[in-house]
């Protein structure tokens, strides 16, 4: 326990190669060989959610962890766990783990199923890469790895629809990274450095050459912003809700969009630094940027059926709701900001997870068709409405803590406009994931039958059947009585029946239930407004 | 602080959160006690006489909750219209399913309200109560109660969005969310006009202020009888106990002077404005609704008040207090002798409802005449326009009048002269609460406080009395002319009175917004197309507008891959 503890490469190393060995020992597997996919899957996850907690205490006990190697003649490869890294590994990991436990469930059955996990676990490779990049050359690999590795994940039904949104997501991000790798090699070329936390150098070539800082950076911001769905570069984010449940639960909560978000986190305050990116006039257009992308993503979440592509419109939303925290110089609004990192993750993980279980057993996707659910999943469906009142802000959900933090901290800074943006945002939120959660609860079950699309499964039909017998109102007083003692007790006896597998549904529970639990106690130790407030101390002492 | 207080100040909001979190899931007929039992912690808490402030830094932001003696009193208001609407609640059963969770929520929340120590808590226990209150509203399923759902969630998210946003800026103001601080600060002048502005707004549309009133009258004859009560009783109190809590309304003047003047002006609005649509109402709880939307422009106008006048006894809270106690209790007694007018004998449902509605106009002697005194005593304090004030009051007293006429003339045509042996355990009821409602205004502030509801003195009797006098004259001769002109009679105003002349435009804009997504989605979309072909037409290839679209092909990705290769080119150049 000690070595393990001690300073050096050994975690971040170790945290990358829980899931790259598990991706290369499931490669080979046959598809029929679930036993051996799952233990290598779920003993890899667990590991590097051990690996995460050792690391955060040992952080805290102010060690240092930093594995590096030579690339290229004066550029490095570098990881190393930095405060805010270990915030993002430290959620990676553990919505890897649910999302694992989750798309175990998910995928029962179907082909190339080596295939989604090898490449599922090269994804979270990719992503604990980004996070622990300690200069931008290593996050630009990492970035770049994670394009790769997540088109066979999107494209995984191969059908026409998914090939589709698999070649918008490419283009998209390719063009992307490409802009990324443009910016970091302009800047490597002018500063000499693009390591993270020297933000000192960056300063003394602004006084040179503030135009040229300038411009890498909007390119850089470009780059990212493909990846956090900024308006105008949001476009493949919608499109790539034909991946199946569990990609989507993981690109929108930890993998691909958070890298994005996080690279802007991390180019304002580790590579610039927040007094220079100021001094520089970036962070206030940024901000009107996101504020813009906050209110487009909203309403057009709005006008969509479909029940992921409305979950996707409000990812848009949500993400720039962290760069618009980070653009904004106060303690609050920067709490605010690394805060929504593992908010927004934990409330879209959930959405997600749902909508995949809605799809999967009832074959349900749109939101139409969510009537009387409540009745028929109640557990399921509970998650759902706390995650989706999380979204719109309700308190004491952790959607809300965010919110207040951004709030606070933008009056903080006179910068009383964000309040407007962020009451606009909430009454759009409120009146896109209201009224699924009224329907839910109050709605009235819809026949499916009816729908042309209604793919449901054998089980959807006569769990239906189910909540219609729940439902009818006997005539007779006693036969009331009787019933109503009946559908009290039917509960107790077939509860997890009725909420199906619970590989799917336990994630759910578990993720779920966090957005309350986080929320209530927002102010006790360790919880992610805590941490976030930790970081954002030293960020800020650092300002001027 | 005692143990025992810290106990009674835990347990007095979660109690009715444990028994809407834990009851729900196996609710039945059987455990409906536990919705009684929900409010019993909060009024042995007000009846404790223990003061204190309990700071726990891990709840929330660092949650604080507060007690004192205004606050024990309000704390036995709410709590007692909780517990009379529990004990009658047997009608909310009858639904297709249980409202115990919403029921202990909102309760929660309302409770929390009074407790609240700081601005996080206060809008954590706002926004609990105002969503568990969607489900108790469209409990019956039926159309009009899901519209009134719609109307009052679409108002909600208004008063919730202005509520956050001026919250949010008192508290960055003051520095510190502790709401003494925040009082503080506003009388001082250091946190400006716009939040705390925002703040009175926001708990308006909960109080129901003109024009922000237009879901009260729609969710009162929707909601189930005792959600009604609690409605009008508890949860709208919310709003003024927010104001009570936020604003320097006690104590030296110094806020703003516009948030004063204009709760002034908008609560003597509403007192008219609300009196007089209930009057010309038609139906007992929509009669009920409005008398309550006027008795809120009452208590807006005593906060309004208590901002513009210096007030260092601290009546203004107190008054607002004993005036939230009362009314209170009239109304949900009222509600409830309305929702037994079918079941119970004419007589007694008459002589309860007269009785609370002789209290709730304020004549000599009821709970109402104290209020109105204390009242009185805060207007009058009001620089310049005190005497003008405390005679609006009393015309307004007069409209109450009518209204009260006007209500107990549609129960004596609902109620059926023949019932006599059904229901007499309502009966029995109905007398309990005539009892209540005579001694509990009197004796609660007594026993909580230690202060008294003034009686009054001779002239004080008479000043109750000519109002209510004149309003019996002009409804005798209301009477009489509809006896001549029968045409008169069928002036009426719909429930939800603006909204139905703004009509389906208003609920499509508000109501609209939440359930009616299809046309906003029709019209965003033939706005899309529109922009779309404008754009085609004018040649301009739309790069811009449709950088979506347009990079879904390749020639543009090609052209940005070239143009990327000469800058990379450039860039390597320039900087070796």
Redesign the interface.
Known sequence: MRAILSEGPFLPLALVATSLIPALLIFPLPDRAERARRTINLAGAAVKVVLVIVLAIGLQAGQVYEARASFLPGIDLVLRADPIPVLFVFLSALLWFTTTVYAVGYLDSGTHRSRFFGFFSLCVTATIGIALAGNLVTFLIFYELLTVTTYPLVVHSGDERARAAG??YL??TI?GG??L??GT??L???AGTTAFGETEILRAVAIEQPGVLQAIFVLLIAGLGVKAALI??H?WLPQAMAAPAPVSALLHAVAVVKAGAYGVVRVIHDLYGAPLAEALDLLTPLAIVAAATIVYGS?RA??Q?DLKRRLAYSTVSQLSYIVLGASILSLASITGALAHLVHQGIQKVTLFYVAGILAHDLGITRVSELGGLG?QR?VTMAMFSLAA?GMIG???TVG??T??EL??GA??AGS?WV??V???S??LN???F??PV?RV??GAPVDLDTDAEGGAEAAGPIDRDAATAG?D?PGGASGRGQR??EV?RA??QRLWHREGDPWLVLPAVFTGSSVLIL???????LSP?DWARDIAIVLVDALP | MSPLAIVLLVLAPLTPLLVGVVGAPRAGRRRWWLAVAAPLPALVLAGSGLDGELHVPVVLLGATLEIDGIRRLLLAAVGLVWLLAAASGRSLLDGPTSPLAAWGLAASGSLGVVLAGDTITLYTAFAVMTFAAYPLVIHRGTDDARRAGRAMIAMAVLGEALLLSGLLLVTVGAGDPALGTVRAAIAGGEVGVLGPALVTAGFAVKAGLVPLHLWLPLAHPAAPVPASAVLSGAMIKAGVIGWLLVLPVAGPAGAPAVIGTALLVVGTVTMFTGAGFGVLSSAPKVVLAYSSISQMGVLAMIAGAGLLASDPAGTTAFALAVYVLHHGLAKAVLFLAAGAAEVARRRVVLGVAGLAGLALAGAPLTSGAGAKLLAKDVLGAVPTSGGLLTTTLSVGSIATTLLVVRLLALLAAATDPASTTAADAATTGLWVLAALVALVPWAVPWVVTGEVVPVGDLGAVVEASWPIAVGLVLAASAVVLVRRRPGVARIAVPPGDLLVPLGRVGLRVSGGAIERGQQIRAAVGRWRTRGRNRVRDWELPGRLMTLDEQLTRWRPTGVAFLALAVAFAWVLRTGS
Request: charged share 15%.
């Open positions: 070649r918008t283009r998209y063009t490409a802009v790798l443009l090699v302009w490597q070329a002018v105008g570069l476009g309403a709005l006008a059926d009745r109640p009142l309700v308190p004491p809300f803590m919110k207040w709030g606070t009056a903080d009383t309040i407007a962020l009451v606009v909430t009454a409120a009146a896109y209201l009224p009224a609860w109050f439902r109102e109503a003692t009290a509960p107790d929320g209530v106690f927002a102010g006790a130790p407004i």
